[in-house]
């Protein structure tokens, strides 16, 4: 069985199982399944564990091997143009549907204020959350360390990467022996990371489970059906997002069917469902693009590690709508001119926010700042972070598809040849010519 079904399976009777024990009140099961946290979290920690040693040694290989620096700055153009893209067309699917839906329109005013006292106190600390954020300006600033090894240790993503592409651009430049060895050791590192992720996604299955089920059970059924309308809407959105806008660049801009292509990866955004992380998900979907889509480790190594700090198309979308339906709750009609400036705001505010935690509700306080919705920050916050945690799970999975799209539509654009592949296949030949290479070795030494 492939592990995709697994965790699928996994998945789907974590969600039966808690949705049960939810229903039907049975607070001895719902105890249980909440007691089993700790398994998933220790599943989200060592998977988390291993992407500073993999981010840095994939990045410094895939760097140092392209040999021309004015490639890296092509697919670095490519990639952060394409995120952009893809963001404000996410923000723009998620006005549409929520003019069209009007999910705010049918919560009525005692559900809704009872639903912002339920959630006051987590929305102002979001909102004070959101006062400490950095600005656009300091987070490019920011992008240079002081230390690197600080911000490895911090799980600072976009410094770490700025440093390694810079420190592996300079070992492009050294003489080839020297280079050679600094690749060579880095290629070690990646592959024992690699075998780190294997033994780690073999109880992936399981650890999803726990999370899971730990969650539905947790997860009000009353709360649900207040926001089912909003939930659904958002839910919508990012299901058109990805049917549309990544079947359509899958297809166009990368060359591959889009469904294989959707079946063939499914394991990282099924990880990514169950950690609500694209940080925590990267290393799953770095050998995910290399091994099942045969995209390169130059480009995998770049795209990728920026895609899970800068990329949140399903982020930006739900900040739209939630925008739209906080505005529609409170009777606040938002002109075109302001929802024009919604997909401005959200999308900067996609890379102004990288690497913050929460950092869907501290862009979606800037975007309702932006629109003069200020004055009901904290209480359209605190309706909608009830129903934030399944959202955010969503919203992740389709960050991650994004990502692995992204990654396959540069590959074809740098002239690669993708080609979808069952689990381990690459794997595999690549092991029967390193044989074959030493068997020739040997004969030709006799």
């Known amino acids: 069985m492939q592990l995709y079904t697994k965790i699928l399976i996994g998945l789907v009777l974590g969600v039966i199982c808690g949705f049960m024990a939810n229903v039907l009140g049975i607070d001895w099961l719902q105890n249980f399944f909440i007691s089993l946290e700790p398994v998933g979290d220790a599943f989200i920690r060592a998977i988390t564990m291993i992407v500073v040693p993999l981010v840095v040694a994939s990045l410094m290989v895939g760097t140092a091997s392209l040999g021309d620096l004015t490639k890296l700055g092509r697919i670095g153009g490519k ?249 529609q709750i409170y009777g606040l009609p938002l002109s075109l001119m302001d929802q024009l400036i919604v997909v401005l705001t959200a999308t900067l505010a996609s890379i102004g926010a990288a690497g913050v935690p929460s950092a869907g509700i501290i862009t979606l306080i800037i975007v309702l700042n932006a629109v003069g919705l200020g004055a009901h920050v904290q209480a359209g916050i605190a309706l909608i972070l009830g129903v934030d945690r399944i959202l955010d799970m969503i919203r992740t999975a389709v960050n991650v598809t994004g990502d692995l799209t992204a990654a396959s539509v540069v590959a074809r654009s740098e002239g690669e040849t993708l080609e979808l592949r069952p689990a381990g296949a690459r794997k595999r030949e690549r092991e029967a010519a390193e044989q074959e290479r030493v068997t020739a070795g040997v004969s030709g030494g006799g």
């Not at 690197?148 to 592996?168: C, G, K, N, V």
Request: aromatic fraction near 10%.
């Open 79 to 327: 990639t952060v143009a394409y995120y952009m893209c893809t963001t404000a067309v996410a923000v723009t699917f998620g006005l549409l549907i929520s003019n069209v839906v009007r999910p705010g329109g049918r919560v009525d005013p005692e559900t809704r204020d009872s639903l912002s006292a339920e959630f006051d106190a987590d929305a102002e600390g979001a909102v004070a959350l959101a006062d400490e954020a950095p600005g656009v300006v300091d987070t490019l600033v920011n992008l240079i360390p002081n230390n690197p090894i600080q911000a490895a240790a911090e799980l600072d993503l976009l410094p770490l990467i700025f440093f390694t592409i810079l420190f592996a651009a300079a070992v492009s430049a050294i003489a080839p022996a020297r280079r050679e060895a600094v690749i060579t050791f880095f290629e070690g590192i990646n592959d024992a990371c690699m075998v780190v992720i294997r033994w780690i996604m073999v109880t992936a299955p399981y650890a999803v489970f726990a999370i899971i089920a730990a969650v539905v059970a947790r997860f009000g059924i009353d709360l649900l059906q207040s926001l089912l309308i909003y939930t659904v809407t958002v839910a919508a959105g990012l299901l058109l997002h990805g049917l549309i806008t990544y079947g359509l660049a899958v297809k166009f801009l990368a060359g591959l069917k889009f469904f294989p292509f959707l079946k063939n990866v499914s394991n990282a955004p099924l990880v990514a469902f169950s950690t609500s992380s694209s940080s925590a998900t990267l290393p799953v979907t770095m050998e995910t693009a290399e091994d099942r889509v045969g995209v390169s480790k130059p480009v995998s190594s770049f795209v990728l590690p920026l895609g899970a700090t800068i990329n949140m198309d399903g982020t930006a979308l739900y900040q739209a709508v939630a925008v739209m339906f906080i505005a």
